[in-house]
């Protein structure tokens, strides 16, 4: 027998939007003024009801104490009147709370985030009711062959699972509050080889759901669930049930393929403490593994081993995944965005990009940063290296709620423009000039940078941080948040920076606390790119300076990139990793 658990809701909160200028930009930025209160802090526990056998494993019902006026314990029957759902800030997570004590956010905040879920789909769609079903990862191989790659949950599962190992799945009841995990059952023998999966008692301790059962079970709670003229709720089609189950097969439900990934997009944006502390761990690691690299980049002599270090370094701290390959591109590698040779060797060579992260409990990091090979800046290279820095500086310096994020890349691409402009690499024509015709694309050709989660370019729910208009790129399982290509026809079209002043960017994603988000610009002198696009095109190779571009291409790259958490008064760098004059020291051994 199995019972619901009480289900917890939350206060209804509210948010305001309002215009401000921003002088120090030159451009109308989004202010979001938190006006929200807490009217109902109710605090009534649920009725306690035993637990039955081990297939079907329930939450216990202790309730923990929370803060007051954020989360009360309210009967089922509780609906917000006039209202938008809205999911309250919890208290701070203690990342390092030791196994076996009873911290209430101890485990993973699986409940929390799929009642953020459920808030999206009320205030997008006025969802009450329904049933979200995704399937985990299943147990893959190569093609014609009896081994597999390594194993990555979807990130859409986990988000509201916390369960980190296959052939899992979970439902939602959206009018209950009901949130089930459904495991395989590991036979013995399969042990023998492959080890054992944490049984239903085991994953009810380490993540918050209500009920972990066998999925051997769930075809008959599925038929049950579906008689009740319930919507299924699917990240996409072909991620229906299907089971060995003629009942279930032969059943006609409603599905909807529309809401969920979109509102799961938007929940995933504001960052829980919980995975604040996942973020902060792996960009701890990160860090940790660049300022390894530096301290022996004297010895090394070609990129894989640039490469090894910094993966030993991520291994030996308990980070074995990376969230992304790992990037070392030195010379002109340096110029390509997502190099993945890493194979080259350092001798002769100018600067080497070291774009790389680990993962910690499937959430990412992502740190960039540029060496002087020998130790020591060529004349052209520190030129770059001061350009990049300038404008991350003043980046990091102007994040904070309310700032449009497309306001900063633009604001980092004027100084880009202004910076080349000194050192004689653009010219013939005025700022306002180049500008216009996009011309500074040809150096810094991507974005300034993407949300940071489960993905490393992790989802960017409704609003972009800068795409134009309905220029989306859409990927299965998620809309990319990759550097997005600036290109010299969207840079020119947009609303320069020397007119004043500009109206809102509608559609665009201003900065709110609990976001992380990158800030990575880059300057790159890619040969090819530039004439095969550039100089080509008489409207931009008279901004060009030839004869500066030859000295400048053998720097290859430059990009510096940190992940930035938003607070309320601003923004917390979570990846102090070596840069400046701290990295000349630490790579010439002056620490």
């Known amino acids: 027998m199995t019972r619901s658990s009480g289900p917890r809701a939350v206060c ?17 930025l989004l202010t979001i003024q938190d006006n929200s209160k807490c009217e109902n802090p109710l605090h009534a526990q649920a009725p306690i009801v035993p637990t039955t056998a081990t297939a079907i494993v329930t939450a216990p019902t202790t309730v923990t104490k929370t803060s007051p006026d954020c989360i009360g314990y309210i009967s089922r029957n509780y609906k917000p009147q006039n209202c938008r759902r809205r999911v309250p800030e919890v208290a701070t997570f203690n990342a390092e709370a030791p196994e076996g004590v009873d911290a209430p956010f101890a485990k993973f905040p699986a409940k929390l985030h799929a009642r953020k879920v459920a808030d999206e789909l009320y205030k997008a769609h006025r969802v009450s009711k329904g049933l979200i079903f995704l399937p985990g990862q299943p147990t893959t191989e ?18 509201i699972t916390g369960a980190n190992f296959p052939n899992c799945y979970v439902t939602y009841d959206i009018g209950q509050e009901h949130l089930i995990l459904w495991v395989p059952y590991v036979e013995p023998r399969q042990v023998l080889w492959y080890g054992s999966t944490p049984s239903p008692e085991e994953c009810l301790r380490k993540y918050d759901v209500d009920e972990v059962r066998f999925a051997a079970q769930l ?17 996409h089609k072909d991620q229906a049930p299907h089971f060995d189950n003629e009942i279930v097969n032969s059943l006609h439900y409603r599905v909807n393929t529309s809401f969920l990934q979109e509102c799961m997009d938007e929940a995933r944006v504001i960052k829980t403490p919980y995975e604040v502390a996942m973020i902060r761990k792996a960009c701890a690691i990160s860090t940790l593994a660049h300022r390894q690299v530096a301290a022996q980049l004297l010895t090394l002599k070609n990129e894989r081993e640039i490469e090894a270090v910094f993966q030993a370094t991520c291994t030996a701290s308990g980070a074995r995944d990376q969230a992304y390959p790992i ?7 340096a110029s390509t965005l997502h190099y993945e040779e890493n194979n080259a060797p350092l001798q002769g060579k100018e600067l080497v990009v ?10 990412a990091s992502d740190i960039t940063r540029t060496l002087p090979i020998s130790g020591s800046f060529s004349q052209e290279a520190l030129d770059v290296y001061k350009v990049v820095d300038k404008m991350q500086q003043e980046c990091l310096n102007s994040a904070k709620p309310g700032v449009l994020y497309y306001a ?99 559609g665009r994603q201003a900065l709110q606390p609990n976001m992380v988000v990158t800030i990575e610009p880059g300057i790159y002198f890619c040969r090819e790119y530039i004439e095969g696009y550039f100089l080509s095109n008489p409207t931009h190779a008279r901004f060009l300076n030839t004869k500066a571009l030859e000295r400048y291409y053998p720097v290859g790259g430059c990009r510096i990139e940190d992940d930035i958490l938003i607070t309320p008064n601003g923004n917390e760098n979570l990846t102090p990793a070596p840069k400046g004059q701290e990295m000349l020291d630490i790579i010439n051994g002056r620490f």
Not at 15 to 26: G, K, Q, R
């Open 327 to 333: 990037i070392a591109g030195s010379g002109v590698n």
């Open 142 to 159: 190569y093609e014609d062959s009896d081994q597999g790659p390594r194993f990555r949950q979807r990130r859409y599962f986990f988000y």
């Open 354 to 363: 070291l774009d790389a992260g680990c993962e910690w409990n499937c959430y």
């Open 12 to 28: 209804p909160q509210y948010s305001s939007v309002s215009l401000c200028e921003a002088d120090s930009l030159h451009i109308d």
């Open 408 to 506: 900063l890349h633009l604001h980092a691409s004027r100084v880009a423009l202004v910076e080349l402009m000194d050192l004689g690499i653009l010219h013939n024509g005025s700022a306002k000039e180049i500008w216009d015709a996009g011309t500074i694309s040809a150096f810094f050709p991507h974005g300034l940078g993407h949300h940071v989660g489960l993905d490393v370019h992790d989802v960017s729910g409704r609003d972009r941080l800068l795409l134009l208009g309905e220029e989306k790129i859409k990927i299965r399982g998620y809309r990319s948040m990759k550097r997005e290509i600036i290109t010299p026809e969207s840079l020119s079209s947009a609303v320069g920076l020397f007119d004043a002043p500009p109206p809102p960017y509608h």
């Open 219 to 235: 075809p008959e709670y599925l038929q049950d669930k579906l008689r009740f003229d319930l919507t299924l709720y699917l990240l």
